[in-house]
């Protein structure tokens, strides 16, 4: 069971991102893009290392990555007022409209992957993969930790 969970697991979150990559690319966005702008719609003002650490990616490549959004005019870097050496990130206007139509994409995508499921299902569905979440953000213990 568990190695096909795993695998499972493993193959629906391929195929959804290749999915949502398919769809994006339509309108010129990559994931890590999307990803980019999704964390820092919710972490405005956010550092480029604070932002590299919550998308778990190396600082020169979202370093990189900042650069390629500041030119296409979703993202502006100021001068973090604490810290002269420091910069902090925000979206632009240009941004918030990509973010809705991205959304939008995914929330289509989302429903295609789980098209057959009654909402009964759905709900059950997101309250298991809540619970393997929340089992797997539990620091792990060895069984030496626990026994001295």
Do not use: Y
């Amino acid at each position: 069971m568990s190695d096909t969970l795993g695998f499972l697991i493993s193959d629906v979150s391929r195929l959804m991102r290749r999915r949502f990559d398919e769809r994006a690319r339509l309108i010129g966005v990559t994931r890590a893009q999307w990803r980019t702008l999704t964390m820092l719609s919710r972490h405005e003002g956010i550092n480029q290392g604070g932002l590299a650490d919550l998308l778990e990616v190396e600082p020169i490549t979202l370093c990189r990555m900042i650069d390629r959004l500041e030119e296409a005019g979703l993202v502006e870097r100021r001068r973090d007022p604490a810290d002269r050496r420091a910069w902090l990130i925000f979206l632009t206007a240009r941004a918030h409209p990509l973010l809705t139509q991205l959304r939008g994409l995914a929330d289509d995508m989302i429903e295609n992957a789980l098209s057959g499921l009654d909402e009964a299902k759905r709900i059950e569905l997101a309250h298991t993969l809540g619970v393997i979440r929340a089992n797997l953000n539990t620091p792990f213990e060895s069984d030496e930790a626990n026994h001295g």
